[in-house]
């Protein structure tokens, strides 16, 4: 249970945008084994590319490409998770301004720190923007329990803490994942929550999840 200070704003529909957004991803993987990898050319998002304006959409679109079925369902997961919590709390409008935003921005992180060599590398999946909800949620209830595995409870801050940590270091030795990309999410989702904190912040009393 959780104290809720201030005006909530909290949408009397459900988490409508968060399920939607798992099921156009969900749409979008089929698609791709149906059409084939070709498909990645067209709709990834290529560091080279990034300010090209015909392929402007590749910033939107990616977000909802995935490489495999584990790299989607551990996003989707999470958005199910995460998402559904934030939309609830804060109400579609917001939460789907930290989900794109994170997202996009996340393209920025790895435009960024992708090499020189990589810039003809596609980068693909929502993490960019999961990762932002998680930093949203990790400042507006660092203390809310994450069971990991459904038996190991972790608090929200700890859970954030780690997976940066995985990935700052990940930088030391590529490994085909966009790190970059998911610390600019993080990192956006952190503003957000920072600025929200005053008016959607959770006060612990008893934290399950």
């Given at each position: ?48 590319d990034a300010v090209n304006p ?156």
């Amino acid at each position: 249970m959780y104290k809720i200070r201030g005006n909530n704003g909290r949408s009397n529909n459900g988490p409508r945008w968060s399920l939607i957004l798992i099921g156009l991803s969900i749409v979008t993987f089929l698609l791709q084994l149906i059409v084939g990898p070709n498909i990645w050319v067209y709709f990834a998002f290529f560091p080279k590319d990034a300010v090209n304006p015909l392929w402007i959409f590749r910033w939107l679109t990616s977000m909802f490409m995935h490489a495999n079925f584990d790299h989607l369902f551990s996003n989707m997961i999470a958005l199910f998770f995460f998402g559904t919590f934030l939309e609830r709390l804060l109400g579609k409008y917001r939460f789907i301004t930290i989900y794109f935003s994170a997202g996009i921005v996340g393209s920025i992180g790895y435009l960024i720190t992708a090499s020189i060599s990589a810039s003809n590398i596609p980068a693909i999946g929502a993490s960019g923007a999961v990762y932002g909800l998680l930093g949203t949620l990790t400042v507006l209830a660092p203390f809310m329990s994450v069971y990991i595995w459904g038996i190991l409870p972790v608090p929200m801050i700890v859970l954030a803490g780690i997976y940066a940590i995985v990935d700052i270091t990940g930088f030391a030795q590529p490994d085909g994942i966009a790190h970059g990309a998911h610390i600019a999410g993080m990192l956006v989702g952190i503003a957000f929550g920072l600025y929200l904190k005053p008016f959607f912040g959770l006060q612990k009393r008893k934290v399950t999840f």
